[in-house]
């Protein structure tokens, strides 16, 4: 079975920086796109940004600028570098992997960032 880990959150003053980590491990093909989302208090969960196994990227028109995802050298890991980081951007972060060939999508638990002002 799959399963997404991902590191890194925590507790940031305005204007720092977190990086986050997501490893895939399991039953999964490397032709896959990597993605992080948000979900705040009372909002839904929302794109962050994805990256294709090629390279090829998304951002959220509000993070772009600040934030820079990133594919490791194996293809099942991605990594979030979260820069100039605002209050706004407080939410639990999850990782997603969508395996190409067959369209199946994989979730991590979260990990929670928190931008205090």
């Known amino acids: 079975q799959v399963q997404l880990v991902e590191s890194g959150g925590g507790l940031v003053q305005a204007g720092g920086s977190l990086r986050l980590s997501c490893a895939a491990s399991?039953?999964?093909?490397?032709?896959?796109?990597m993605g992080w989302y948000r979900q705040a208090p009372g909002k839904e969960r929302e794109l962050v940004a994805t990256?294709?196994?090629?390279?090829?990227?998304i951002y959220t028109e509000s993070v772009k600028g600040r934030f820079t995802i990133s594919r490791g050298n194996a293809k099942n890991t991605a990594y979030l570098q979260m820069s100039s980081l605002k209050p706004e951007d407080t939410a639990v972060y999850y990782c997603?992997?969508?395996?190409?060939?067959?369209?199946?999508?994989?979730w991590g638990q979260g990990t929670q960032v928190t931008v205090s002002s």
């Open positions: 990256i294709s196994s090629g390279g090829t990227t």
């Open positions: 399991g039953s999964i093909s490397s032709n896959n796109a």
């Open positions: 997603k992997v969508s395996q190409l060939w067959d369209g199946n999508t994989y």
